[in-house]
């Protein structure tokens, strides 16, 4: 009954502290557990898995530093895997703040996998208009992405020659933590029946799901779970693999100062 009592009453002070142990230790010692792998992160995989080497696919950097903590992972899971097929890269976005987050990510793994700039990736950068410009990449990529994020002519990366609407582009992944993954379904899914795979944030992803069910989008990689798995199933394990374990045991510790806080509430009302 102590013991209770003291949690009661414990110090906000020690939980933070406590809360702070619990998350620093397993990302000190770098821990990684196996993770169950869900259908719609098995979708979106073997949905770049099966694209032909050579195949184009963009990838819509739609996330800033507040939500890189989630989103971060899956994209870096998401060129290792591009490179590793041989795939090539045409990197965009819709929020300035990404735009360098997607410009780290390029020069992290195309180091890792020797790839060239405008040889087997670019980046277009960030150009405002949403969905003015989903719509209009159907006629013409050039009308808004004229050059690259450099200032550098597109058509002067012979890749980029032969690319000019949804027509060239084989997979769109949106990696998003907002409502611009609904958007590229609405309109670059819908109007023009590209092929798009959704990385998002959790809270975001159960509004996605629909339009997995609906056969509108390949798959999903939703929050952190989502990035742990596809690194799973890369065999690479990185930032989620290792973020996975003190989300995990963090949240199950607060649920268990939740359960004790209240048990002894109860009982000390019921002795009053």
């Not at 397993?26 to 869900?38: A, H, N, Q, R, W």
């Not at 159960?206 to 509108?216: A, E, F, K, N, V």
């Not at 510790?253 to 939740?258: E, G, K, R």
Request: with cysteine; hydrophobic share 45%; glycine share 10%.
């Amino acid at each position: 009954m102590k013991i209770l009592e003291k949690i009661i009453n414990i110090d906000r002070r020690v939980i933070f502290l406590l809360i702070g142990l619990v998350v620093f230790i397993p990302l000190l010692f770098k821990i990684v557990t196996p993770t169950k792998i869900s259908e719609p992160v098995k979708k979106a995989y073997e949905a770049i898995e099966a694209l032909p080497p050579g195949s184009n696919v963009m990838i819509s950097i739609d996330f800033d530093p507040t939500s890189a903590p989630e989103c971060m992972p899956m994209y870096i899971a998401i060129l290792r895997h591009c490179f590793k097929r041989n795939l090539r890269v045409i990197v965009l976005g819709h929020i300035a703040y990404g735009i360098p987050l997607g410009e780290i990510g390029l020069e992290k793994v195309s180091k890792e996998f020797g790839k060239k700039y405008g040889v087997d990736y670019v980046n277009l950068g960030f150009r405002p208009g949403y969905t003015a410009i989903m719509v209009g990449m159907g006629r013409e990529i050039r009308d808004f992405y004229a050059q690259d994020y450099r200032g550098t002519p597109i058509d002067s990366f012979p890749f980029m020659r032969d690319v000019h609407n949804y027509n060239d582009i084989e997979m769109l992944v949106d990696i998003a933590h907002g409502y611009s993954a609904e958007l590229w379904v609405q309109y670059a899914g819908a109007r023009y029946g590209q092929r798009i795979i959704i990385g998002s944030t959790g809270v975001v992803a159960p509004d996605i799901y629909p339009y997995l069910q609906s056969g509108q989008i390949e798959g999903i990689i939703g929050g952190m779970k989502g990035a742990a798995e596809y690194e799973q199933l890369l065999k690479r394990p990185d930032m989620a693999a290792i973020g996975m374990p003190a989300l995990s045991i963090s949240h199950f510790f607060i649920v268990f100062l939740i359960i004790m806080a209240n048990i002894g509430f109860f009982i000390r009302r019921r002795k009053r």
